[in-house]
């Protein structure tokens, strides 16, 4: 069956630092891969979308890459701040909308 | 403001008393879908519909129902909730593009069956 797994324990980090989550995936063949933040009691918000021939996706401090060999994602938050503190949430998007989310990573950033 | 919008915004429920949460976007997104969350599961796709008339099942679409008939709405049905559909219940929307898939979510709607 179709799997994604993102790093379940929190990640800590200092202000200024760059963050890096993980999502990982199996049995799958995404037409694109998002990735979200949510915030505690609320929607999630969209962040970034990558394309299944696209390597690297930038926006301002975000920076996402998909390697369709590894069947990975790598999300990075540079120059990080206690304000980018949330859950990150991946998603795999096949062909129709038919959408598969990792649990998601909470990140913490100290001050 | 361009948004989705759902109610109630909490519920709680005995077993088996049928209920309906309502779901719309005023964006005239094509796509629109329903997600439960769960601790530790994440998001699971219970129903989507890519436009009027047009619905398709999940990963965990039992129980549910769903329907179509305007572009903006789309309401989820609990013919007959059961204690495992106690959960915090999303819908999106998405406009039908080659160039934008982002999903826009609703605030969601906390469901305890009792």
């Known amino acids: 069956s179709q799997k994604i797994e993102q790093n379940s324990e929190a990640l800590n980090i200092q202000e200024g630092k760059t963050a890096t989550l993980t999502c990982n995936y199996t049995n799958y063949s995404p037409a694109y891969l998002q990735w979200y933040r949510q915030d505690p009691g609320r929607g999630p918000v969209f962040l970034l979308l990558i394309r299944e021939n696209e390597k690297e996706k930038r926006k301002e401090r975000l920076k996402v890459t998909f390697d369709t060999t590894l069947k990975q994602s790598l999300f990075h938050i540079t120059a990080s701040q206690p304000a980018d503190s949330a859950t990150y949430l991946c998603?795999?998007?096949?062909?129709?909308?038919?959408?598969?989310f990792g649990a998601g990573t909470r990140l913490f950033v100290k001050a | 403001e361009a948004q989705v919008t759902q109610n109630p915004r909490y519920l709680i429920t005995v077993t088996g008393k049928k209920l309906t949460v309502t779901c719309s976007q005023n964006m005239n997104h094509e796509y629109m879908s329903w997600y439960r969350q769960d601790p530790g599961l994440g998001l699971r796709q219970i129903y989507y519909?890519?436009?009027?008339?047009?619905?398709d099942k999940g990963d965990v679409p039992e129980g549910y129902k769903v329907s179509r008939k305007e572009k903006r709405n789309f309401p989820l049905i609990l013919e007959s909730p059961s204690p495992n559909q106690t959960s915090l219940y999303f819908c999106?929307?998405?406009?039908?593009?080659?160039?934008?898939?982002?999903?826009?979510f609703g605030p969601g709607t906390r469901l305890t069956v009792t």
């Open positions: 519909s890519m436009n009027v008339e047009v619905t």
């Open positions: 999106a929307s998405s406009p039908f593009s080659r160039s934008r898939y982002e999903q826009y």
């Open positions: 998603a795999l998007v096949k062909g129709g909308f038919k959408t598969i």
